[in-house]
């Protein structure tokens, strides 16, 4: 069983900032990449960043500059740091991670959280 469990949501003006965090727990053998992706009402679900396990990143272009994904690897924890937030921030963020189970080394799997809601007031 396999459990990712985001928090740190909520309603934040705009200009404010927020940090995000997800704690990925089960028998666990190795996590891949791991990501936040976030969903807009009536707006498809889009990746937000994405961290490797050594450490490389990626963004989309419209949080670039603001928002830093990071994870501690020790505690199977992946954070995103978001500043200067914006109303069209506003969306449920989910936590994704490619596992590799401990009775499944051979492939990874994707998996997700149940999302945390961010709101951005103006």
């Known amino acids: 069983q396999i459990q990712l469990v985001e928090s740190g949501g909520g309603l934040v003006q705009a200009g404010g900032s927020l940090r995000l965090s997800c704690a990925v727990s089960?028998?666990?053998?190795?996590?891949?990449?791991m990501a936040w992706y976030r969903q807009a009402p009536g707006k498809q679900r889009e990746l937000v960043a994405s961290v490797t396990s050594g450490g490389n990143t990626n963004y989309a272009d419209s949080v670039k500059g603001r928002f830093t994904i990071s994870r501690d690897n020790a505690k199977n924890l992946v954070y995103l740091q978001m500043n200067s937030l914006k109303p069209d921030d506003t969306a449920v963020y989910y936590c994704?991670?490619?596992?590799?189970?401990?009775?499944?080394?051979?492939?990874?799997?994707?998996?997700w959280g149940q999302g945390t809601q961010v709101t951005v007031s103006s």
């Open positions: 994704n991670a490619d596992i590799f189970r401990l009775d499944r080394t051979y492939e990874a799997r994707s998996y």
């Open positions: 089960g028998s666990i053998f190795r996590i891949n990449t």
